[in-house]
């Protein structure tokens, strides 16, 4: 089993930025992808951006260019830079993992942009 523990998060005026990352333990042997998946209220749950053991990169378009994902794999943490946010980035963000294609989730961790 792999347990994921998101931290930071929280309130940010529109353009500014915050930080959220993840935390990996428990039976760890290979976590083949780490990212970020966000849901709003009334929306579905909706990709961010992901990245693999290689350091290969994902992201959403709606985050290109503003979001950015890193990976400590020796520490199994994913962090998720997110930079000039707007109203439409408000949601909970969960942490995803996945290993020997078994998918994982955080509990999640708020993120609320006002404007």
């Known amino acids: 089993q792999v347990q994921l523990v998101e931290s930071g998060g929280g309130l940010a005026q529109a353009g500014g930025s915050l930080r959220v990352s993840c935390v990996a333990s428990g039976t760890i042997s290979s976590l083949s992808v780490m990212g970020w998946y966000r849901q709003a209220i009334g929306k579905q749950r909706e990709l961010v951006a992901t990245i693999d053991a290689g350091g290969g990169t994902n992201y959403a378009d709606s985050v290109k260019g503003r979001f950015s994902i890193s990976r400590n794999n020796g520490k199994n943490m994913a962090d998720l830079q997110m930079n000039s946010l707007n109203a439409e980035d408000t949601g909970v963000y969960y942490c995803?993992?996945?290993?020997?294609?078994?998918?994982?989730w955080g509990q999640g961790t708020q993120v609320t942009v006002s404007s």
């Open positions: 995803y993992a996945r290993a020997f294609f078994k998918p994982y």
